[in-house]
């Protein structure tokens, strides 16, 4: 299998002019310096009108720009059964705007296992994110969620909790944080050549 590479920014370079300014500005920027894609940073909240995500959309379009959206912080697939209708809207929120906006993938930070065993926490996450995809579909959104490796050990995001989520369900796939994943075991591991090979052939 042969990997391919885009390279932009997650929001908008500091480059970008004031007018226009916002993420359709940051589209035109990019191209001007040779990158490639751009990752809208929705990651307090998705504050954004169909409206602009319609000239996003258009500009991406035009400039040949790919897109992807980060979701919210806030959000975890191991919350309570009380908090988790919040904690769901969204992740469907971002990837319902990010579909407007020409997004194809929607990057977002699993959550916390609680101190619970890994194996647990994703019998709760597996089926919870295979309901989101299956609710997109019915909508006809084609967006691919895709769960993030996290830095932490405490937190949902290993990548064997990203390749199991992935394997299970159609329409997700990992997003391979290398930094994270460098931090994650805490001892300076997952940083040479060979260690990434192998994290690449297991993806």
């Known amino acids: 299998m042969t990997l391919s590479f ?9 480059g970008t002019p004031k007018k226009p300014g916002g993420s359709v500005g940051a589209i035109a920027f990019i191209k001007s310096i040779g990158l490639k894609t751009l990752e809208l940073g929705w990651v307090q909240s998705v504050r954004v009108s169909e409206e602009t995500c319609a000239a996003i959309r258009q500009t991406a379009l035009e400039q040949r720009i790919s897109l992807s959206v980060h979701a919210p912080y806030f959000f975890n697939l191991n919350a309570t059964d009380e908090e988790w209708p919040k904690s769901r809207k ?11 906006a020409g997004a194809t993938d929607i990057i977002f930070h699993p959550g916390s296992y609680f101190e619970r ?49 992935s394997k299970a369900i159609e329409g997700v796939q990992p997003c391979l944080d290398f930094a994270h994943l ?22």
């Open 182 to 203: 460098h931090a994650r075991p805490g001892d300076g591991t997952m940083n040479t050549i060979k260690e990434w090979t192998k994290l690449i052939e297991a993806y």
């Open 90 to 100: 969204r992740l469907m929120d971002a990837a319902h705007y990010g579909n407007l």
């Open 6 to 14: 885009q390279f932009g920014t997650v929001g908008s370079p500091i």
């Open 117 to 165: 065993p890994p194996a647990e926490v994703l019998k709760v996450a597996i089926p919870r994110l295979k309901d989101c995809v299956k609710e997109l579909r019915k909508a006809k959104n084609p967006v691919i969620l895709r769960p993030e490796t996290m830095g932490k050990s405490a937190m949902l995001g290993s990548l064997e909790d990203t390749l199991e989520m």
